[in-house]
């Protein structure tokens, strides 16, 4: 059995609060400890770990700390840009403020799948460091993400989990034969990981027109 590194107590952790915090909205060390269930100590270096990796902001409101992700300003801005766009019919107030809000919901999605993604490469590059072969659902509970999705993301990156047999039972792994991959994954940040699974999107799009154009008859 894989033994449980300080990195990864803390990374999992960091996963936890910062599913709250994207969820739930800013909260102070009280709400976060009440709805994460994690000890103030966990929920301490939860928010140093993010911290760390300027992942959230506070703000003193007033004799309380309050926390929050710093990934919302930008997008809030992103939807804020989108609905002003020039030559965009303008909107009623009414529909100005869903079109926001749907956009905003939107990139949120787009930031939170994209750090949880980041946080599941820094994971599994520090098992395969210690020479261990996590399993897809170590990995979604290091990220904060589900399992399935998680695998959908890192499928796009060329990284598939594989099936093996330890002992008597049959679990699925990501090998260390990833190792040398999953190394060049984890050194890039969020944005290139975005740039990164967009190029290859709009490579297997021009495949498939390449591929639709070849096989077309012509009269």
């Known amino acids: 059995m894989n033994e449980r590194t300080v990195e990864s107590i803390f990374g999992a952790n960091a996963g936890i609060v910062w599913r709250t915090l994207s969820q739930n909205g800013p909260k102070n060390i009280v709400d976060l400890v009440k709805t994460t269930s994690l000890s103030r100590e966990e929920v301490f270096g939860a928010l140093g770990w993010l911290g760390r990796e300027n992942?959230?902001?506070?703000?003193?409101?007033?004799?309380?700390?309050?926390?929050?992700?710093?990934?919302?300003?930008?997008?809030?801005?992103?939807?804020?840009?989108?609905?002003?766009?020039?030559?965009?019919?303008?909107?009623?107030?009414?529909?100005?403020?869903?079109?926001?809000?749907?956009?905003?919901?939107?990139?949120?999605?787009?930031?939170?799948?994209?750090e949880a993604l980041k946080r599941a490469l820094d994971y599994i590059q520090s098992e395969f460091d210690g020479n261990r072969e996590p399993t897809p659902d170590q990995a979604s509970k290091a990220a904060g993400m589900g399992s399935r999705s998680l695998g959908k993301a890192l499928s796009k990156l060329d990284i598939k989990s594989e099936s093996v047999r330890r002992g008597?039972?049959?679990?699925?792994?990501?090998?260390?034969?990833?190792?040398?991959?999953?190394?060049e994954l984890a050194a890039l940040d969020v944005d290139g990981l975005q740039r990164l699974i967009d190029a290859k999107k709009n490579a297997a799009k021009s495949q498939r027109e390449s591929n639709s154009e070849e096989y077309t008859v012509f009269d």
Not at 74 to 89: F, H, K, S, V
Not at 101 to 112: F, S
Not at 170 to 175: D, Q
């Open 55 to 114: 992942k959230i902001v506070m703000e003193k409101r007033g004799r309380s700390m309050v926390f929050s992700l710093s990934e919302w300003e930008p997008c809030l801005a992103a939807a804020i840009t989108a609905d002003t766009e020039p030559n965009e019919p303008a909107l009623s107030s009414p529909k100005r403020v869903a079109k926001r809000k749907a956009i905003a919901r939107k990139a949120k999605t787009v930031a939170l799948d994209m």
């Open 168 to 183: 008597s039972r049959s679990l699925r792994i990501y090998p260390l034969a990833y190792k040398s991959r999953v190394w």
